[in-house]
């Protein structure tokens, strides 16, 4: 369980530093001053100058930074504060555009493996299903819409008939080239004879197809879109109430939940695949919550670029940056609150 904790802290380190050295390349591509890269966090081990950025290599593997010129009184035309707003607008989406890109290659190298896929088409019926129809479902016929979320991959069927509450579901299904609506459709789950045994189904079967490489990557990419729609649909949970604090997890919870995976896996390459995968989620996570117009973020400060955009064009000033340095500094006391609050639910999750 120790070995897998670690390799977790280091996972989640790596995805960190893989931010921060998106950041790091575009600023050094686009002209901007970096002062100092670092991998790690804490006290420095290793440290050397090349030009005028100073690398080092910090104690604790949880994470790195890019420290770039960014007074905002700097004279120097190199500071990030002095560059265009586009250049301003790459440099701070490239961290999360690496995170996606690193999640989507993880997600390429699982599903490399992998020698068929269960596909969103219904395959047939178990015994007794009551709707197998021309006006209801027949088996060729794709799922493409459950409740007006779009099916990317397989497990989207599972996850988004488990968010159904009602007696009753949209559907939107793909027949020989043609889309039909089953609106109000009361597909639900209902007892049915399994191997010998009574269990709750929904009551389809679903087609097995050989894996290819076009299918492989299609798979991979559809895969990174449903990490970011999961992110979505929990911010929604959270703002309508449907989820609390409770419902959290930073990177205590993270980190033992990839530890957890590995542990539970029954070889060795199973226990790296599951961390992978979770590392996948946990990449195409970052990306998206960073790019959350919230202050501290980058995507505060994107937001932020964007007002100054408009503020100028109608004023033909800029605002102070003095004030969103305000902004995004009562934003970081926040975003530290909220994290020592979720760190102790995970704590009190583990010790439960």
């Known amino acids: 369980m120790l070995l897998y904790i670690i390799i977790a802290l280091l996972l989640f380190g790596l995805l960190i530093t893989v931010h921060e050295a998106g950041h790091f390349a575009t ?24 030009g005028e950025t ?55 190298f699982l599903y490399a493996q992998v020698n068929a896929f269960i596909m969103p088409v219904i395959d047939g019926f178990m015994e007794g299903f009551p709707y197998e129809s021309e006006e209801g479902l027949l088996p060729g016929d794709r799922i493409v819409t459950i409740n007006g979320e779009r099916i990317y991959i ?16 949209d559907l939107v299904i793909e027949r020989n080239g043609q889309r039909l609506d089953r609106a109000n459709f009361p597909l639900k789950l209902r007892e049915y004879v399994v191997n010998g045994e009574t269990q709750m189904k929904y009551g389809l079967y679903f087609t097995v197809e050989k894996a290819t490489a076009g299918m492989r990557l299609r798979e991979s990419w559809y895969n990174a879109l449903d990490f970011v729609r999961l992110v979505r649909m929990g911010l929604l ?4 109430g449907t989820a609390g604090l409770q419902d959290l997890s930073g990177p205590i919870g993270i980190v033992g939940a990839i530890s957890e995976a590995g542990a539970e896996a029954d070889t060795a390459a199973a226990a790296a695949r599951n961390i992978l995968y979770f590392g996948s989620l946990i990449a195409v996570n970052l990306a998206v919550m960073n790019l959350l117009p919230l202050p501290a973020l980058d995507g505060g400060r994107i937001f932020f670029l964007l007002v100054n955009s408009v503020f100028t064009l109608l004023t033909r000033r800029r605002i ?5 340095g305000y902004v995004h500094a009562a934003g970081l006391i926040c975003l530290l609150a909220l994290m020592v609050v979720v760190a102790f639910n995970d704590i009190i999750k583990i010790v439960a």
């Open 27 to 50: 600023a050094k591509l686009l002209g901007v001053k970096v002062n100092e890269f670092a991998i790690g966090m804490g006290p420095v081990v290793f440290s050397r100058r090349r």
């Open 54 to 108: 100073h690398y080092s290599l910090r104690a604790f593997p949880v994470g790195g930074f890019c420290a770039m010129e960014e007074d905002e009184d700097s004279a120097d035309e190199r500071a990030f504060i002095n560059q265009k707003n586009w250049k301003k607008f790459i440099i701070l989406m490239a961290g999360s555009f690496m995170n996606f890109l690193v999640g989507l290659l993880i997600l390429v």
């Open 320 to 324: 102070n940056p003095k004030y969103e």
């Open 237 to 240: 949970d959270f703002l309508t």
């Open 154 to 169: 397989y497990s989207d069927v599972s996850l988004l008939f488990g968010r159904s509450t009602g007696e009753t579901m």
